[in-house]
């Protein structure tokens, strides 16, 4: 299991945002009195998915709240691991320029801001809710000087419709959770916008929930990217070729779950200790030439003795199974394939054909 974790000063900061909404006392009176907000909102992006992606579901400070408490620290955790399997970013001459495309209360913002430590970033944000971007600026504020002092924000009320290709180029742009509430056509207009606002160096980081009843979007919206807008794919997969999968290309990575989640969940009960997500990395650049292969675990390992196996897409284009044996890896080598998840990414020397036309032997690499 991953040790990712939710900054508890995030958490503490919603708690007190929502202490002062309902005058509660302890944070199971607090949590307790947000209950039916957080139900109504966790509801709303699961069984009861609405027709209209217009409705105002942050509409006050109180919704933003419950929001927070509920749907933060699992953006904040995609995000996270994410950026972990990216290289580093290129070093610019200026402030990293970011914007967060429907940020919501910010937490896809948060992850990015700490996972570039101190390095200077300049943030701009853009949401249709002003009660939104209302809470993620008073946030910042309350938790720069703590956690992002080289960090200057920039807020934008409008609808994700009105953005248009602006003057200046962004090195990073953040799409999370987004698409899958626009009509199709507006999808691909957003993407080719957010394509054309790219720096030369710049990176699309798209995260998007498994919406099964709206079709494999995703895989369309990768084969326009490659194609039409000549962007250049630098996760999840390890080639631009056509994808092989038979199904939504997903990953499934467990994490830890704050206190705060812990309580509500055991009155909600939805299965929060896995996040299951679709994620999209371009860039007008492609990723430097390397000599170490990657290879993407797309299904669930099995594990006998002396090995592991998984099935994986990798740098050809398919979908092998690979035989990772355990005497090819060092004692923190062996105690991460008992862990492996889907989606992972194996950093790998070799691939060796073996006698099932299926199976290859992969040698990690150095």
């Known amino acids: 299991m991953s040790s990712l974790s939710y900054p508890t000063e995030l958490e503490t900061y919603w708690l007190q945002v929502a202490k002062a909404e309902t005058n509660g006392t302890a944070i199971r009176d607090i949590l307790h009195r947000m209950m039916p907000d957080i139900r109504r909102l966790a509801d709303r992006f699961t069984i009861a998915r609405p027709d209209s992606a217009a409705a105002d579901y942050l509409r006050d400070t109180r919704a933003c709240a419950a929001y927070s408490l509920f749907f933060a620290p699992q953006t904040y955790a995609r995000l996270s691991l994410v950026l972990a399997e990216l290289p580093p970013f290129p070093e610019t001459s200026q402030p990293l320029r970011v914007l967060d495309l429907g940020c919501g209360t910010g937490a896809a913002s948060w992850a990015l801001l700490d996972h570039l430590g101190r390095r200077p970033v300049a943030l701009s944000v853009r949401d249709r809710s002003r009660a939104a971007l209302r809470c993620l600026h008073d946030c910042f504020s309350a938790l720069r000087q703590a956690r992002w002092p080289d960090a200057i924000l920039r807020t934008d009320p409008s609808p994700l ?103 509500l969940n055991s009155t909600l009960h939805r299965d929060l200790r896995h996040l299951a997500y679709a994620l999209l990395v371009l860039s007008p650049s492609p990723l430097p030439a390397s000599a170490t292969l990657r290879a993407r675990i797309v299904g669930s390992p099995s594990h006998a003795k002396g090995q592991t196996l998984c ?56």
């Open 161 to 263: 419709e009105e953005f248009t290709v602006p003057s200046g180029k962004f090195d990073v742009i953040l799409l999370h959770y987004v698409l899958n509430e626009l009509p199709p056509d507006l999808r691909r207009t957003l993407l080719s916008r957010a394509a054309r606002s790219l720096a030369p160096h710049g990176r699309l980081i798209i995260c998007e929930p498994l919406v099964h009843d709206a079709g494999d979007y995703m895989r369309d919206l990768r084969a326009f990217a490659l194609a039409d807008l000549g962007l250049h794919i630098l996760a999840p997969c390890p080639h631009s070729l056509a994808c092989p999968l038979d199904g939504p290309c997903h990953d499934v990575r467990t994490w830890k779950l704050p206190q705060s989640l812990q309580i």
């Open 311 to 366: 099935p994986a897409c990798c740098s050809d284009g398919q979908t092998h199974r690979l035989q990772l044996l355990h005497r090819d890896f060092d004692t923190a080598g062996r105690k991460e394939l008992r862990h492996l998840e889907r989606g992972q990414v194996l950093r790998l020397a070799s691939l060796q054909p073996l006698g099932d036309p299926s199976l290859f032997r992969a040698a990690p690499a150095p």
